[in-house]
């Protein structure tokens, strides 16, 4: 049974930073993509970035630059570090297996003030 979880979120000025985490279980890690998601009000889910299994990385254009996916295959644990934060990240972030397991964790609330 998947289970992630996600933590590391918080209340940050803009451009301050954060750094978010998520312990997946259910799969091998190792041999599983990871991605970050965000849902901001009143939006639909979008992916934010993405972790290849070979730690090949990608990220949406919005941001691009400020944040950085990272593994830790030993913990089990994807990281996103975000810098540079803009009130429009606000959102719920979740993380998820690639390929995209059914279930999704609670998520991680990032709220930026402008």
């Known amino acids: 049974q998947v289970q992630l979880v996600e933590s590391g979120g918080g209340l940050v000025q803009a451009g301050g930073s954060l750094r978010l985490s998520c312990v997946a279980s259910?799969?091998?890690?190792?041999?599983?993509?990871m991605d970050w998601y965000r849902q901001a009000p009143g939006k639909q889910r979008e992916l934010v970035a993405r972790?290849?299994?070979?730690?090949?990385?990608n990220y949406a254009d919005s941001v691009k630059g400020r944040f950085t996916i990272s593994r830790d295959n030993a913990k089990n644990t994807v990281y996103l570090q975000m810098n540079s934060l803009k009130p429009e990240d606000t959102a719920v972030y979740y993380c998820n297996f690639l390929p995209r397991a059914g279930s999704w964790g609670q998520g991680t609330q990032v709220t930026v003030s402008s």
């Open positions: 972790i290849t299994s070979g730690g090949s990385t």
């Open positions: 259910g799969r091998t890690f190792s041999i599983n993509g």
